[in-house]
């Protein structure tokens, strides 16, 4: 007598369609935030960001001030324009 008991488990927990995306590409939402603490705006080349060096970045800014790693930081459109306003007057002293 061959009896098999069928152990079916027709509702197994399978995916639940409800995982979070993360990682939309939304024109919205950027990827990089920028690099100036305190400036909650994108860095995205998208939403008009520059990745500046570092070293030029410390010209006007406080090294404190500034977040994120490697050589070259990625900052907002409106810190970009604050960074080339400082620079030109920092050029304009014509060493
Ligand atoms: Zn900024």
Redesign the pocket.
Request: charged content about 45%; hydrophobic content about 25%; proline content about 2%.
């Given at each position: 007598m061959g009896f098999k008991s069928k152990a079916r488990r027709a509702k197994e927990a399978d995916g639940t369609s409800s995982t979070k995306k993360r990682r939309g590409r939304d024109l919205e939402d950027g990827e990089k935030p920028?690099a100036?603490k305190g400036?909650d705006?994108w860095?995205d080349k998208s939403h008009g960001g520059r990745s500046i060096a570092f070293d030029n970045l410390a010209d006007v800014w406080d090294e404190d001030d500034l977040v994120g790693e490697g050589r070259r930081l990625a900052?907002?459109k409106?810190?970009y324009r604050h960074y080339k306003k400082e620079k030109k007057e920092d050029e304009s002293q014509t060493w």
């Amino acid at each position: 007598m061959g009896f098999k008991s069928k152990a079916r488990r027709a509702k197994e927990a399978d995916g639940t369609s409800s995982t979070k995306k993360r990682r939309g590409r939304d024109l919205e939402d950027g990827e990089k935030p920028c690099a100036v603490k305190g400036c909650d705006n994108w860095a995205d080349k998208s939403h008009g960001g520059r990745s500046i060096a570092f070293d030029n970045l410390a010209d006007v800014w406080d090294e404190d001030d500034l977040v994120g790693e490697g050589r070259r930081l990625a900052i907002c459109k409106p810190c970009y324009r604050h960074y080339k306003k400082e620079k030109k007057e920092d050029e304009s002293q014509t060493w």
